[in-house]
């Protein structure tokens, strides 16, 4: 659907140097979670060393912000900075598709 | 209650809707429990379906409900049944109803791997648990196809949830697109097997149709037609108007038609509770027939419900007044209401469910439908028999007197057009023009009365001031006489009556004449015999007096003579003096 990875998006230049901030949603630690969890991290250690920070949020344990957030897929993850937002769903094995869509083979410079 | 008695029968338990006729179709409802599929085309109803079934479980059988839109938000929802009088928002605060809309962005669901639906299972269980629902609506769960790419995990998960939906027993409705050439697009009959509701939006000669079906219905007797149904100002009803069986109860009451010559022909009138049709072609006086039989049972203080599909309520109180019918009063008690709209109005359908619903509210004990015939202007002739068949069957059901009017045409047999609703009609009162010496004049007679020993005469009648009245029957050599030459029999009829009497007077007067004169013959004769009665006294008084005479001067001879008396003198001594 989008095609937006042709194009370097504008604020991904100044975004190199600033922290970016994931927000995964997972219920329980189920493999899906699990492996999500560490997909994540291998890409974000590779393309934004200590650049990143990553919020895990077990749904099971607060299912109100499975309404509030509105999620329906589990993972989901959620780029909540840089602007603007993005959202993948799940569990990151496809690894080229979730740098396209998260923006972050843009950061390796 | 019925709910209780259908589920013992079925076996299965039974979720009442409330929807008006539909709990009627399914035996009690939808199954409790289990999902519920509702699937048809665009703006066929499906929403409004699922939304009401909400609705009146929370208001009418203290069930909340949770109410999950993956098209429309919440605001917009809610907007769109206010105009039913759902005050959704009230519901809402009062923590009866919760409605989450589940935004499906497709932008927002690129996959990168494996994934499931959890997200909203547990959406699901809090708005479930968090108000206690017994009633969960999915407003339509395949707009999620639209949103992900992975087909065959949505499927996966949605076998899932319907699984899920049963395994915390709430009763579930689903709606969904139908497809081109399966019940859904996504085949979602598949996954929800115990109960499947077609519903169907159709446009006939511009006249749309709403009709509901019940595809499947596991484990459950279900009506198997299609079935109209509408959705209007106070929400969906279907109307289950074939009735299934023919058993309803047969009064023994007769009432009046109003026309006190037309009760005597068909034996005390028509009993109640059955359909009487009046048939005949234009200006026959159908019309005025039926006015009477509404004005009869307004003055009985029953009410009546008066469908005219040509007339408006003023003309026909004009009209009627013209023939000294004044039915105003009655419509001021409002024990006579009117009912006009063209039939072409809105499609057979519509007709039949407004009818419905104006019969449940109102109640009549009479209701008049003038003239049928238009319906077959409003759809063809085999739907508008259809529609009669219900109606019919309906008023039966409710013990209501149906007048039926119908309109034949000119030319044809008058019998042939009405065929195919003759078989519904229990009494068939047929009024036609006689045509007879130059002039037309109205006739009526009565072609069939179920279970009455009817009049099997023409009758004419006429319209003037004091409404419908009857002629005296005139049989000529070429069948009823009516108008002039019913008059001119009459003429003849009393000049021959006329004669009669004379005649009659005149013998009289012989007879008079001869017992005089016998009379004076008789005086005359007595008088001759009084005369010589009189002579022959006076005779025989002289006779006597003379032989006592004679008896005497013997005796003073004899002692005279000191003669010792010998006894009576020989009879013919005393002669010779």
């Not at chain 2, 085949?187 to 006939?204: A, F, K, M, P, Q």
């Not at chain 2, 049709?277 to 006015?291: M, N």
């Amino acid at each position: 659907m989008s095609s937006d990875h042709d194009v370097p998006a504008g604020p991904v230049a100044p975004s190199t140097h600033e922290t970016w901030e994931f927000r995964l949603y997972v219920a329980g630690q189920r493999p899906k979670s699990l492996k999500a969890v560490e997909n994540l991290t291998r890409m974000c250690e590779e393309y934004l060393p200590g650049r990143y920070k990553i919020e895990v949020i077990d749904l099971l344990k607060d299912p109100r912000l499975a309404k509030e957030d509105e999620i329906v897929a589990i993972p989901t993850l959620v780029r909540k900075l840089p602007d603007p937002m993005r959202r993948v769903i799940g569990d990151l094995s496809n690894v080229e598709k979730a740098l396209v869509r998260l923006e972050l083979r843009l950061t390796k410079t | 209650m019925a709910d209780n008695k259908t589920s013992e029968r079925t076996g299965i338990a039974k979720a009442p809707t409330g929807i008006h006729g539909l709990d009627e179709i399914t035996g009690g409802g939808l199954p409790q429990g289990r999902p519920t599929l509702i699937c048809g085309s665009a703006g066929c109803g499906k929403t409004l379906l699922a939304m009401e079934f909400l609705v009146r479980g929370i208001n009418e059988y203290g069930e909340p409900g949770v109410f999950f839109t993956f098209e429309e938000t919440a605001l917009e929802l809610a907007q769109n049944v206010r105009s039913l009088g759902f005050d959704l928002e009230e519901l809402e605060a009062r923590g009866r109803i919760a409605i989450e809309h589940v935004r499906i962005d497709r932008d927002e669901f690129e996959e990168t791997g494996e994934f499931d639906l959890e997200g909203l299972f547990i959406r699901l269980e809090l708005a479930i648990d968090s108000i206690g629902a017994k009633r969960v609506v999915l407003d339509t769960i395949e707009t999620l196809f639209g949103g992900l790419d992975n087909e065959a995990i949505v499927r996966s998960e949605l076998r899932r949830l319907f699984r899920w939906l049963k395994d915390k027993g709430v009763t579930s409705v689903i709606t969904a697109e139908r497809g081109e050439w399966s019940l859904t697009r996504q085949g979602l009959e598949e996954y929800v097997s115990d109960c499947v509701i077609l519903l169907d939006h159709r446009v006939n000669d511009q006249t749309s149709i709403r009709r509901l079906r019940i595809v499947k219905y596991r484990g459950s007797a279900h009506g198997t037609n299609e079935y109209p149904f509408l959705i209007d100002a106070s929400g969906f009803s279907v109307l289950p108007l074939t009735s299934l069986g023919l058993d309803n109860q047969a009064s023994n009451e007769r009432i009046s038609t109003g026309i006190d010559r037309l009760d005597v022909m068909l034996g005390g009138g028509p009993f109640r509770g059955t359909s009487v049709l009046l048939s005949g072609t234009a200006g026959t006086g159908k019309s005025s027939i039926a006015a009477h039989f509404a004005e009869a049972s307004c003055r009985r203080g029953e009410r009546c419900l008066y469908y005219s599909f040509e007339e408006s309520q003023s003309q026909i109180l004009r009209n009627m007044r013209s023939i000294g019918l004044d039915l105003a009063p009655w419509v001021e008690q409002k024990l006579l209401s009117f009912v006009s709209v063209r039939p072409t109005l809105y499609g057979l359908e519509m007709h039949l469910a407004t009818m419905h619903k104006h019969i449940c509210a109102l109640e009549p004990q009479l209701v008049v439908v003038d003239p049928i015939s238009n319906f077959v202007t409003a759809g063809s002739a085999r739907e508008a028999h259809t529609m009669l068949l219900r109606l019919v069957d309906f008023l039966k059901t409710r013990q209501t007197t149906a007048v039926f009017v119908s309109l034949t045409s000119g030319g044809g047999a008058i019998e042939a057009t009405e065929q195919n609703i003759s078989s519904l009609i229990d009494t068939w009162i047929l009024l036609r023009d006689i045509e007879l010496g130059g002039e037309r004049n109205r006739g009526l007679h009565v072609l069939k009365s179920r279970g009455t020993a009817h009049s099997n005469q023409v009758r004419e009648f006429v319209l003037n001031a004091n409404g419908v009245e009857f002629r005296d029957v005139y049989v000529g050599p070429e069948g009823v006489l009516t108008g002039s030459m019913r008059l001119a029999q009459e003429a003849r009829e009393r000049a021959v009556a006329e004669a009669r009497q004379q005649k009659i007077a005149s013998k009289r007067r012989e007879l008079d004449q001869k017992r005089q004169a016998l009379e004076a013959q008789i005086s005359a004769l007595r008088t001759g015999f009084e005369i010589a009665e009189d002579e022959l006294e006076l005779l025989i008084a002289t006779k006597e007096a003379a032989g006592q005479q004679f008896l005497d001067d013997r005796s003073d001879m004899a002692h005279s003579r000191h003669a010792d008396n010998e006894g009576a003198p020989p009879a013919g001594s005393g002669e010779n003096t």
